[in-house]
């Protein structure tokens, strides 16, 4: 008996281990059902209970419920708004300010509304805003009355802009002209000084005798040794300028020689001038270019077009091609022979080889020797390009239409300008470059290659003949534009083109002094005539 009961312990003693093993996986069980039930829970949870952060809170508040809705008094409150101001402006120009001031007072009103609605943070009922939305309706409804619509304000809109687009037009026009009328205008100083001049040189009999006394200078003129210049104008005191800057920047100016052609007008008074005045040993000879026998019709095309009576009329009216052409391009300097002067400048010095050609509006500030030392690399025109803007190639200046001037040239061909300009006279007649000139200038009888003006001949004729210079050696806008300082300081040859020349009035202010510091004005003759 005693043997089974152990036996029986022994079994009871490995059942226990099983039980517990059981129990343990029950509790781990019932553990993962309490968390996936849970996790569910979470889930399901609704993003609403989720603490809104700061960025939630600012959307609620700008962006309510009441605006969301379809039936927003709110949001059409704010619509009548806008179209209501839009009202005012139309009511304003069309001269109804009594109408524009009942629009904006309604407009105050309901601004106020809607602000006293955002500062209670309450939604706004119809009642409240019943009585602004109809105010604000009915003054609507009086503004389509009134054709203030949509279409009546386009309409009305676009006859404004035409009306404006028109008057600027015109006043553009107005100003052209009557920049162009000062522009043409001689000073009554200036004709002073002329009249007193050549009193002074028939009156003088020692002013013609002490001019014949230099001519002992006369070797110097076809010296090829010294330093040439060239400049065609008629005007006395702009070419005095030019010598005069010359000379007192020049390192030696005893090695200059300016040669200077006028017309029969200005002869005697021009001679008389530099007769009077001496420039620091430089010399000056003066010449009229009707003393030139070659210069006639049947060898210089161009003198018989200037010559021709609906050139003359062209230059003067315009009305040839019902004033399509800028006024600019109209001005009658262009008919004087010394504008065209420069395309003959070998038949003008024969025993020359180079010369720098100079405007009568350009001011020195530097010694120019340096420019007869410069290779042009067999070109004959040396020339500062002014191809830096779009405007100033080829194709701004020659009409591109026409077959001949499409063959030949390159509309993006860079441009230069007329004003400072060294001539290698060897290489122009050896290239025959004046009959180059008389080619194109036949061929443009009737305006049809290019307008006017000096410059696009001068492209066509120097094509492919040009060397461009540094642009420190020739600054040009100070008679129409502002320019920069520093090329201004570094610039060896100031150019005033453009019609603000700065001997009238209408010359630009600020650049006048580098053009005066170079005129005695005291001067008895320049006193006498009021220059100052």
């Not at 522009?183 to 009999?205: D, F, H, I, M, Q």
């Amino acid at each position: 008996m005693r043997r089974r009961g152990l036996d029986f312990r022994r079994r009871m003693k490995r059942k226990f281990p099983n039980v517990v093993w059981w129990t343990v996986c029950g509790v781990l069980v019932l553990l993962l059902i309490v968390v996936l039930c849970r996790e569910s829970q979470i889930e399901s949870t609704p993003a609403i209970s989720r603490k809104p952060n700061w960025h939630d809170r600012i959307t609620e508040d700008l962006i309510t419920d009441e605006m969301l809705s379809p039936n927003s008094v709110t949001r059409q409150i704010t619509d009548q708004i806008c179209l209501a101001k839009a009202f005012v402006v139309i009511a304003k120009e069309s001269s109804n300010l009594q109408f524009a001031w009942e629009l904006s007072a309604q407009i105050r009103n309901s601004q106020v509304l809607l602000s006293n609605t955002a500062t209670r943070r309450m939604p706004l009922t119809v009642g409240e805003s019943e009585s602004a939305i109809r105010d604000m309706a009915f003054l609507l409804y009086q503004a389509q009355q009134l054709h203030y619509d949509s279409s009546t304000m386009l309409m009305r809109l676009r006859a404004k802009i035409q009306t404006l687009e028109e008057q600027m037009s015109s006043a553009g026009e107005k100003s052209s002209k009557y920049g162009q009328i000062a522009a043409e205008e001689v000073p009554k100083s200036l004709y002073c000084l002329g009249v007193r001049l050549t009193t002074e040189w028939y009156g003088n009999p020692n002013l013609q005798k002490k001019l014949r006394e230099r001519k002992q200078m006369d070797a110097k003129l076809k010296d090829n040794s010294l330093y040439h210049f060239c400049i065609f104008s008629d005007n006395i005191l702009a070419s005095s300028v030019v010598v005069n800057s010359t000379a007192l920047n020049s390192k030696n100016p005893g090695k200059i020689v300016f040669h200077l052609v006028t017309d029969e007008i200005n002869y005697a008074a021009m001679k008389a001038w530099f007769t009077l005045n001496s420039f620091r040993g430089v010399t000056v000879e003066v010449q009229k270019f009707e003393d030139f026998k070659w210069l006639n019709a049947s060898y210089a095309p161009v003198l018989k077009q200037l010559q021709d009576s609906g050139t003359q009329s062209y230059y003067f009216s315009g009305h040839n091609d019902d004033g399509q052409t800028p006024i600019k391009f109209r001005n009658p300097k262009y008919l004087s022979m010394l504008n065209h002067l420069r395309f003959y400048i070998p038949e003008v010095y024969p025993a020359l080889k180079k010369v720098v050609f100079l405007d009568d509006d350009i001011v020195v500030q530097k010694d120019l020797s340096g420019l007869f030392s410069i290779d042009l690399k067999g070109n004959v025109n040396g020339a500062v390009e002014t191809c830096m803007e779009t405007f100033h190639r080829y194709h701004r200046y020659l009409n591109y239409s026409h077959p001949l001037i499409r063959a030949h040239f390159d509309p993006d061909a860079c441009g230069w300008a007329f004003g400072m300009n060294v001539f290698d006279l060897v290489e122009w007649r050896k290239r025959n470059v004046t009959g180059i000139y008389h080619y194109w200038q036949e061929r443009n009888v009737d305006r049809t290659l290019w307008k006017l003006g000096t410059l696009p001949p001068g492209l066509l004729t120097f094509y492919g003949l040009t060397e461009a210079l540094d642009p420190s050696w020739h600054v040009l806008g100070l008679g129409y534009t502002n320019v920069d300082p520093q090329l201004i300081e570094k610039g060896a040859v100031l150019h005033f083109n453009g019609n603000s020349k700065p001997w009238l009035k209408i010359g630009i202010e600020k650049y006048k002094p580098l053009w005066e510091k170079y005129v005695d004005y005291s001067h008895p003759l320049l006193q006498q005539c009021n220059f100052h």
